[in-house]
C-alpha cells in the first residue's frame, strides 16, 4: 500500500500562473478529500468527493479554485490564475466508504502535501 | 455548523511531567480522531475513538470520549522530547457525507 501519492512536494510559482496539484488516493477508497493548512486559518476543507462525485465544495474560496475527480484514482486541484494570498500546504485524504452496520477503518489517510508558495 | 476547539493551543512542558489536551466540539458525532503533525510533515493518525466512553492507549499517549459533554481528552504521561509536536482533534459526523472537521491544533514542546 503506497498510501496517498501527492505530487508535486513542493511548487513555487509566479503571481496570475495555473497551478495544478495531483493526487492519487488509496486503491479501494472511494472518498476523496482536499485540506489546504496555513498558519492563520488552520486545516480547512476546500472539497470532497464520493465515488468521483463532488458532494461538498463549499470550502472551495473563489472561481479561481476548481477541483476534478475523473477516475478513481486521480484527483487535481487547479488554482487559475494564482495568488500570493495562496500560498500555503495542500493535503489530499481518501478514506473508505462505510458499509452498512460493519466496523470498518474509518480512517483518513492524508498524503505528504503540496507546499505552495506564490511569489 | 460543527465547531472543533482545542485548549491549550500551546503548551511546553518538561519531560517527565503529565498533562492533557481538550478537544470540545459542538454537535452530536459519533466518531472523533487524534492526528500528530511533526513540522513540514503530513498528519499521523494516533486514535480513532467510536463510541461513548472509548478510551485507547498507546505508549504514553492515551485518548478518551465523552459524547454526552462532547468532549474528548488526550492524555500524556511522562512526556519525553520525541512527544513533541502538533496534535489535532478532528470530527466527523454520522452520514453518507461525512467529512473531517479540525480543531485549531495544540503545539506541544516538551523541554529537556
Known amino acids: 500500500d503506497a498510501g496517498v501519492i501527492q505530487s508535486p512536494r513542493h511548487e513555487v510559482t509566479e503571481m496570475g500562473q495555473e497551478v495544478t496539484l495531483r493526487c492519487k488516493p488509496i486503491s479501494g477508497h472511494n472518498s476523496l478529500f482536499w485540506y489546504r493548512q496555513t498558519m492563520m486559518r488552520g486545516l480547512e476543507l476546500l472539497i470532497y468527493f464520493n465515488n468521483n462525485v463532488p458532494i461538498d465544495d463549499s470550502g472551495m474560496p473563489e472561481d479561481r479554485f476548481s477541483a476534478k475527480m475523473p477516475n478513481a484514482s486521480f484527483s487535481t486541484l487547479k488554482i487559475q490564475p494564482s495568488e500570493p494570498r495562496d500560498s500555503a500546504v495542500y493535503f489530499c485524504?481518501?478514506?473508505?466508504?462505510?458499509?452498512?452496520?460493519?466496523?470498518?477503518?474509518?480512517?483518513?489517510?492524508f498524503g505528504s502535501g503540496t507546499r505552495l508558495t506564490v511569489v | 455548523e460543527l465547531k472543533v476547539e482545542q485548549n491549550p493551543l500551546f503548551l511546553s512542558m518538561q519531560e517527565g511531567k503529565n498533562y492533557t489536551i481538550y478537544c470540545n466540539y459542538s454537535t452530536t458525532s459519533d466518531r472523533l480522531y487524534w492526528y500528530r503533525q511533526d513540522p513540514g510533515k503530513s498528519l499521523e493518525s494516533l486514535f480513532v475513538?467510536?463510541?461513548?466512553?472509548a478510551v485507547k492507549q498507546e505508549g504514553r499517549l492515551m485518548a478518551s470520549l465523552d459524547t454526552k459533554a462532547r468532549l474528548s481528552t488526550l492524555h500524556i504521561t511522562a512526556a519525553v522530547h520525541d512527544l513533541s509536536a502538533t496534535y489535532f482533534c478532528?470530527?466527523?459526523?454520522?452520514?453518507?457525507?461525512?467529512?473531517?472537521?479540525f480543531g485549531t491544533g495544540t503545539r506541544l514542546q516538551v523541554t529537556l
Open positions: 485524504a481518501s478514506r473508505r466508504k462505510r458499509q452498512g452496520l460493519l466496523l470498518f477503518n474509518y480512517g483518513y489517510t
Open positions: 478532528a470530527v466527523d459526523v454520522t452520514g453518507t457525507a461525512s467529512k473531517l472537521t
Open positions: 475513538l467510536l463510541s461513548n466512553g
